[in-house]
């Protein structure tokens, strides 16, 4: 009787502490980075027993890291085994673009933290800032608030010249730092020079098929009629290389930016939209086995622990004192365990994610594996809901610097639109959706002719007659 009643007290004493530390873990797993970041500020600012020291420790081995480099132990371990991803947590306190001049957290004041949501000109010059002079940040600013509902420069370089009594050259040397921020082409003048900066700038890290810039400045009326046989020939070139070329031009590349940075590069609405910094950068490792690498970013520099001079003080202090400190040290304790949790259930999640996925992440939207959440949960050993607050919010930079909700890992009916897609582009006369759906259905997609007008809709493709209609008004 008397261990029963031992049992029931302990398990009545143990229940409240391991509810609060699931239920907090739960909490700030659904939190972005930036909202996680106002929460650990808030926190650290009125609680006395937390403190942010300038260490970091790889997530795997524990050892010490030196800047945002990936752990020299992991990632050897890791160059023995093909295709194996790398991963840790990044400390970086701020995304700015491709800048190698990025202002660390102890550079940025109070006043210079942004929210977790900003319009696009605000976006633009925070990753452009680091890398201008401070006497053209006007310039960069009036450039941006030039720009129209696509992204794209709605006044001429010499009006802007003309306003800041300034050399043309030298706005478009701001200009060419601003086209290359994200969304990249952004403060284009033209559609066409939006392309042609994307394809240049993809070239850097991506495949690029040849002669994609020139198909671009010569041959986009044949890439809009999907004259593919007409393009080879004036790029003599083959008819499928001339294909390849309007492939990637359709999966990787938009000529109004500004519609862009979400992924859905055919929607013709223009609106207001709202940019957010990544949660996770995925890059690939300069290595022969070309492994990928991800960061997953960590809200504050350094890591998170309990003040020892706080700890000490607990045990002299004054009895009015004495419960609200260890409040606070209980508060402090549980937040950092709390936080370690969250760290380690996104790594094993986004280690099975990159596994899963590597083909979508390094070559389109065509290489997406159906999966959900649910499997994902059961390879995990966790709760389907802990892994949709994982991915709720949370943004993901692909190596190809675009920037996708995580969320779009899991879209089911990505891979169909872009089998979909290529159908369409490869068709030599218009097919209509029954047609379609007999092609997919033929490929191993089972797909009924409404889900294609659907998708269709989604991807904003013309149906048949009017395609048609346009095909009749352009011959070849």
């Known amino acids: ?226 004259s593919y046989t007409e393009l080879g020939r004036l790029l003599s070139i083959s008819t499928d290389d001339a294909l390849e070329i309007a492939r990637f031009i359709s999966e990787n590349l938009n000529p109004y930016p500004a519609r862009s940075h979400w992924g859905n590069i055919r929607d013709g609405r223009a609106s207001k939209q709202d940019y957010q910094s990544p949660d996770v950068i995925i890059s690939i490792l300069n290595h022969p086995k070309q492994n990928l690498v991800v960061e997953i970013i960590s809200p504050y520099t350094g890591r998170l622990r309990i003040n020892q001079l706080f700890r000490d003080a607990i045990r002299e202090a004054p009895s009015e004192n004495a419960e609200k400190w260890q409040a606070d040290l209980e508060k402090a304790s549980l937040l950092i365990k709390c936080l370690q949790q969250r760290n380690n259930t996104l790594v094993r999640l986004m280690h099975l994610l990159v596994e899963i996925q590597h083909d979508f992440i390094l070559q389109g939207d065509i290489h997406l594996v159906p999966i959900t959440r649910a499997s994902l949960a059961d390879k995990l050993n966790v709760h389907e809901s802990t892994i949709s607050r994982a991915v709720s919010g949370k943004m993901l930079q692909l190596p190809n610097k675009s920037l996708i909700p995580m969320s779009k890992l899991f879209d089911r009916s990505l891979r169909i639109r872009a089998e979909m897609i290529n159908i369409i582009l490869e068709e030599i006369k218009p097919l209509n959706d029954s047609q379609i759906a007999d092609i997919l259905n033929e490929r191993g997609f089972s797909i009924a002719r409404r889900t294609v007008a659907k998708y269709r809709a989604i991807e904003g493709i013309l149906a048949s007659r009017m395609r048609r209609s346009m095909h009749s008004s352009n011959p070849e």
């Open 1 to 226: 009787m008397l261990n029963q009643s031992f049992r029931q007290s302990q398990e009545q004493s143990l229940r409240p502490l391991t509810t609060a530390h699931l239920a907090q873990t739960m909490s700030l797993l659904l939190l972005s980075r930036q909202e996680l970041k106002q929460k650990v500020e808030s926190e650290i600012s009125t609680n006395p027993a937390l403190e942010v020291v300038d260490m970091n420790k790889c997530p795997s081995c524990s050892r010490p890291l030196i800047g945002n480099t990936p752990c020299s132990v992991c990632r050897r371990n890791g160059d023995n085994v093909d295709d194996t991803p790398i991963i840790f947590i990044s400390s970086r306190s701020d995304f700015v673009g491709s800048s190698s001049n990025s202002q660390s957290a102890d550079d940025i004041s109070p006043d210079e933290i942004t929210p977790a949501r900003e319009d696009l000109h605000s976006y633009v010059l925070r990753q452009a800032a680091p890398d201008l002079e401070t006497q053209d940040i006007p310039i960069a600013a009036h450039i941006l608030s030039s720009l129209d509902d696509d992204g794209l420069l709605s006044v001429p370089i010499v009006e802007i010249a003309q306003y800041h009594h300034v050399p043309i050259s030298r706005i478009e040397k701001v200009n060419e730092l601003i086209k290359r921020c994200e969304p990249v082409g952004v403060g284009s003048t033209s559609p066409l020079e939006a392309l042609l900066v994307q394809t240049d700038v993809l070239s850097e890290t991506n495949y690029v098929p040849p002669l994609a810039s020139r198909a671009i400045t010569e041959g986009m009326e044949l890439l809009s009629r999907h």
